[in-house]
């Protein structure tokens, strides 16, 4: 290689050279062949984020009780019993007009979250963007797939390279 001083042998600094993708005489810089698949990108870590969360709140399954105050203590096997008492303690039977009341008293858990259909959004935003950016999927090549298979699903990545050969000239050696 050749020394990158100058006539003093001071280093000139990082060489550069610019690898115009895709430029246009609107666009002098090129295109990044990722700028169509960033927004599909931020898309997935939402929906990740989404998933995280939705699992966290939902893991453990959230109790509920209508009518009645259940002990602090309530683990699950626990029975609950509902009964009214007098000021001494004694149990007291109730009128018929009481029991609308006491029949009023519900125990339940929320539904928790399902999380299948975010697995779904997210391979279905991870599918896009190897499709956009025209990249063959390693995991979908079958073990009993032909090589012409295996060439026509790399011919989108094969002619992006050859495309970038031919634009960047000697440069990127």
Not at 31 to 47: M, Y
Request: charged share 20%.
């Amino acid at each position: 290689p050749a020394p990158w001083t100058d006539a003093t042998g001071q280093p000139l600094g990082v060489p550069l050279h610019p690898f115009r993708n895709r430029a246009t005489r609107y666009n002098a810089g090129g295109k990044s062949e990722l700028d169509d698949v960033l927004p599909l990108q931020d898309a997935l870590n939402r929906t990740l984020v989404s998933m995280v969360y939705s699992s966290e709140l939902s893991a453990f399954q959230i109790r509920y009780s209508i009518g009645v105050e259940p002990p602090a203590q309530l683990s699950p096997g626990m029975w609950v019993k509902v009964s009214a008492k007098d000021a001494n303690g004694k149990a007291i039977i109730p009128k018929p007009e009481d029991a609308e009341g006491l029949n009023a008293i519900r125990f339940g858990t929320l539904e928790q979250a399902q999380l299948a259909p975010f697995i779904n959004q997210a391979a279905f935003l991870i599918d896009q963007m190897y499709t956009i950016a025209r990249t063959p999927r390693q995991d979908e090549a079958g073990a009993d797939a032909s090589g012409e298979a295996m060439k026509q699903r790399e011919i989108g990545l094969i002619g992006k390279v050859e495309r970038a050969h031919v634009n960047f000239g000697g440069a990127w050696e």
